[in-house]
């Protein structure tokens, strides 16, 4: 697994010390101490490409989804996933089976992997053969060795398990990987052995993320965007569970769609700013849903929503919006923020220094806190990020309370172009600091 090979880009601290840098089993502890990625592919979001696995469907890559050792792995348009606990690895899918998977695999952790299917065709489970063994439903195993057409097949009796054995799972199986467990699923519909490791939807307006968590009793819908297209329709092809709706915040690119249902759910300062649209034209829509006049609950600390097999906690962090709360689900372990903590920037543009020591003080509450999740999902910019971002706002945050951040030489955060004129968002005194993988936009504190 570890060739005699240096990494001269990697950027941490191991560097100077180290003749195999990258590959040695020294490396590789030092990066999981610290929750970075093993052999010092240290980036958020970086893609990892190994050249020795091209086939015809372009190169098996790896990408670091920010959960703590979570990767997307990637033939084409098909989608694995590896999950790395502390003493085992659960491979979700292995695609159609082209190039040396299970050789990958490796390359990315040393812990014994287990393979296992949403499904039984063949684009999810071609790669199983790498293996000795699959986990899948009883269903899904009347169809996993059933290539799509003669290549397949005879790709699939050349590899060194051809006639692996497979385990049946169902509703029952909990994975247990060492620091992290994975919840089996049933969800027969495009297949009738489908299976789900658990039900988290993200829905996308563009850049804007909402959540969709599904309990065994009820469901919750973090924030709804803008509002366009028929969102209530959407979620319900989706659940249909009773759906609760909770907003971070009370700015109308997170509340828009709330006219969809009757009522929604979130704090007394969000309230104040959830029905105002941004313009003439969103008002008018507001105007034509089904509940224009919708029935606002407040939420606050205390308040925890019961979905059924699963609970999610109210976290108030107000700042970048004077309403915004985060939410903690215990099922998934992920702390979801709205617009007060993501990968590209946090938007802080009040001139009172009471903004920034708040934030900081968010960032230490939700550091406080950091047992109860693994990862943070934001409504912007990417999703999941690690849970590293948190320490590193709070440090970017402290440094600019005291004036010793490092400035960046324009406001072109991530998705921003640098302040144009003497109008809009990003004119005036607009400063950019960063430190690790955080990033702000603030006024110049007096």
């Not at 699923?185 to 996308?204: L, Y």
């Not at 979905?307 to 215990?330: M, N, Q, Y």
């Not at 440094?399 to 968002?425: H, R, W, Y």
Request: net charge negative.
């Amino acid at each position: 697994m570890y060739q005699d090979v240096k990494r001269d880009n990697c950027p941490c601290v191991r560097k100077g010390e180290c003749e195999r840098h990258g590959n040695c089993e020294a490396c590789v502890t030092h990066h999981r101490e610290r929750g970075y990625p093993p052999s010092c592919r240290r980036e958020e979001g970086q893609v990892y490409r190994n050249e020795s696995n091209i086939n015809e469907r372009g190169y098996i890559y790896g990408k670091w989804m920010g959960a703590d050792d979570t990767w997307t792995i990637s033939y084409g348009n098909v989608y694995c996933y590896l999950l790395v606990g502390t003493e085992k690895a659960l491979l979700i899918d292995t695609a159609y089976g082209e190039g040396d998977l299970r050789r990958f695999v490796e390359e990315i952790t040393d812990k014994p992997v287990i393979v296992a299917n949403t499904h039984g065709h063949f684009d999810h489970t071609g790669g199983n053969p790498w293996w000795k063994e699959a986990y899948m439903s009883a269903e899904a195993a009347k169809d996993a060795k059933n290539a799509f057409g003669e290549e397949m097949q005879k790709r699939l009796e050349s590899m060194p398990y051809p006639d692996y054995k497979i385990n049946i799972i169902d509703e029952n199986t909990v994975f247990d990987l060492g620091g992290r467990t994975v919840k089996v699923v049933p969800i027969p519909a495009h297949h009738s052995g489908s299976v789900a490791f658990i039900d988290t939807w993200t829905i996308s307006y563009g850049n804007v993320y909402c959540y969709l968590l599904v309990g065994t009793e009820k469901a919750l819908l973090i924030d709804t965007a803008y509002g366009e297209g028929d969102l209530r329709r959407f979620v319900e092809e989706i659940t249909d569970k009773p759906v609760i709706v909770a907003n971070t915040h009370g700015h109308f690119d997170h509340t828009g769609g709330n006219p969809w249902w009757k009522e929604a759910y979130m704090s007394a300062e969000a309230a104040k700013d959830a029905k105002n649209a941004f313009g003439e034209e969103m008002q008018k829509r507001l105007e034509s849903m089904p509940y224009p006049d919708y029935k606002i609950n407040i939420i606050d600390e205390n308040t925890v929503f019961d979905l059924g097999g699963r609970t999610v906690k109210v976290v108030s962090i107000p700042a970048h919006h004077p309403g915004s709360v985060a939410f903690i689900d215990s099922a998934s372990r992920y702390l979801f923020t709205g617009d007060e903590l993501e990968a590209g920037q946090v938007l802080m543009f009040l001139t009172e220094k009471d903004q920034m020591e708040a934030f900081n003080a968010n960032m230490k509450k939700l550091l406080s806190l950091a047992d109860l999740y693994d990862a943070v999902c934001p409504a912007h910019n990417g999703t999941p990020i690690n849970k590293k971002y948190v320490s590193d706002f709070f440090e970017l945050s402290k440094q600019i309370l005291e004036g010793t951040q490092t400035e960046m030489p324009n406001t072109a955060g991530f998705g921003f172009p640098p302040k144009v004129g003497d109008t809009g968002p990003f004119s005036g005194d607009i400063r950019r600091a960063q430190y690790g993988a955080a990033s702000i936009c603030y006024k110049h504190l007096p």
